[in-house]
Every structure is written in structure tokens, then in C-alpha cells.
């Protein structure tokens, strides 16, 4: 798919120092309504630090983050929720113990002359899971029943309550098999088809050629690359993640450098 509306959330020169640790350095990024862009990059390429920024978890040091065409700040978890960026952390942050409509609305409870309102509760979670074809059979169920992949789409459709325009999902299908993937991957494309801007973070190199449109590469806390989807091979993908092409290109300069020139 592809996209030439504005994006929706941009980052533009964006750096973040901890101490002496440069783990961010003049990042650009950004995702546009109804489009997937994967992050991927290697341990320590900086994708947790850039996404930990979008989501309000820290602050910049240098640089830009506009949303819906205007530049922001985003001081807090809070502010990036109400400002309309969700996000699903790897761990999910559900409660086993309480059932799906209780997770789905587990701090942002409604309620109805002073009580919680269980009836509106429950219809809007079905309305949220139906929105996401997800297959979960029943929202009075504990979320310790469930599996992986159900567990995953109760994660997906908590970020949905507050009617986000970005949703990002950090490892959505780390430890799950073969179907469970297949029925995450089959949310990524409901809330791209729902008109999202999916940021999409992750190792699974089959997973971004099954649904990102782009591709960023982080490396080294910089960007290292960017692809479209119809434009990269898994070995194009590598290289760029590893650092294989920067040493390639290298190696060409100094086989075809004049004898006597610097390297």
C-alpha cells in the first residue's frame, strides 16, 4: 500500500543523550494515516529510546516531533494518549485476573450516576473487538484463559478506547507460533484498513514483509535506512540492520583507492 497524505506524526532531528551515552543522534521518522512503518534495527540501534520519545516515556534533547501538521511536546504516558498516540509495550500490562472488558477499560472506567456502567462497558468492547475481527469468545472471560494471540488483540483493542490516530506495537508476536501470528498480523492490517498510522517494532523480519508499507532503519542510534516495501529483500534488510553494506562499500573504496592515498 501506499500513502501520499501528510504524515501524522513526524520526528525530525531528533537526539537523546543518557550521561556520555549518545543513543539517539539527528533521527528523522515519521507515519502517515492508514500506512504501517516498521522500526527494526539491532540491539542497541536505539528503536526502544525512539519509541519510548513518541510515547512520552522520555523527552528529546535535541530536535522536532509534530503531530497532525503542528509541533508538540509530549511530557508524559498522558499527554501522548490524549494527544491520540497508543501504544502496546511488549510485557502488555494486562491483569489475568479480571476479565476482558475490565482490562479493556482498567483506568478509564465509565460510569453512570456514580456506579461503573458495566452495560456500555461491555457493548463498546464487542464493538471494539468486531472493529478488529478479532476472535475472542467471549469479553466476561478472565484474561488468564486466553491465549497469546487473544491476549495480544485484548492489548491492540485497549489502545483503541481512546481513539488514537497512531498506535504502536513493540514486538506484538515475540514467543507466539505460526497462527497466533497470523491472527496479530491480521489486527495490523485491520488498523491500517481503519485509516491508523501502525508503527510496527520488531526482530521478525517475515513480519515486516507480511504488512509494514515502510521500512526504518536504525543503526548505531542513527538512521541507517529506509525502504519501501516493493524496494527491499530480506538481504538488502540485513545488511542495512548489520552494517554490512556500510563495510561493503568500504572495502570497494579501499580496493580502488590510488596506492598512496589515505584510507
Known amino acids: 500500500m501506499t500513502t501520499t497524505s501528510a504524515p501524522v506524526l513526524s520526528l525530525k532531528g531528533v537526539g537523546k543523550r543518557f550521561g556520555a551515552v549518545q543513543a539517539l543522534a539527528d533521527v528523522d521518522f515519521d507515519v502517515r494515516p492508514g500506512e504501517v512503518v516498521a522500526l527494526v534495527g539491532d540491539n542497541g540501534a536505539g528503536k526502544s529510546t525512539l519509541v519510548k520519545i513518541m510515547s512520552g516515556v522520555y523527552q528529546p534533547d535535541e530536535g522536532e516531533i509534530v503531530f497532525d501538521g503542528s509541533p508538540v511536546s509530549i511530557p508524559g504516558p ?3 494518549q490524549q494527544l491520540g498516540i497508543a501504544t502496546v509495550f511488549q510485557d ?17 472506567e465509565l460510569t453512570s450516576a456514580g456506579t461503573l456502567d458495566e452495560v ?3 457493548k463498546n468492547s464487542w464493538a471494539l473487538l468486531r472493529q478488529l475481527s478479532a476472535k475472542i469468545p467471549s469479553v466476561r472471560i478472565p484474561i488468564a484463559s486466553l491465549s497469546g494471540g487473544q491476549r495480544q488483540t485484548v492489548a491492540i483493542a485497549r489502545s483503541l478506547v481512546g481513539n488514537p490516530k497512531v498506535v504502536m506495537l513493540d514486538e506484538p508476536t515475540a514467543a507466539l507460533g505460526v497462527a497466533q501470528t497470523a491472527e496479530v498480523l ?11 498510522g501502525v508503527v510496527l517494532i520488531t ?3 517475515a513480519d515486516v514483509q507480511a504488512v509494514a508499507d515502510r521500512i526504518y532503519v536504525l543503526r548505531l542510534g542513527r538512521n541507517g535506512a529506509e525502504f519501501g516495501i516493493d524496494d527491499v529483500t530480506t538481504d538488502k534488510l540485513v545488511a542495512a540492520i548489520t552494517g554490512a553494506s556500510d563495510n561493503a562499500v568500504s572495502q570497494r573504496a579501499s580496493r580502488t583507492a590510488p596506492k598512496g592515498a589515505e584510507a
Open 78 to 80: 498522558k499527554a501522548a
Open 92 to 108: 502488555l500490562a494486562l491483569a489475568d485476573n479480571l476479565d476482558v472488558v475490565a482490562n479493556l477499560y482498567l483506568g478509564q
Open 120 to 122: 456500555e462497558m461491555e
Open 186 to 196: 491480521n489486527l495490523v492490517e485491520r488498523l491500517r484498513e481503519n485509516g491508523l
Open 203 to 205: 526482530h521478525n523480519m
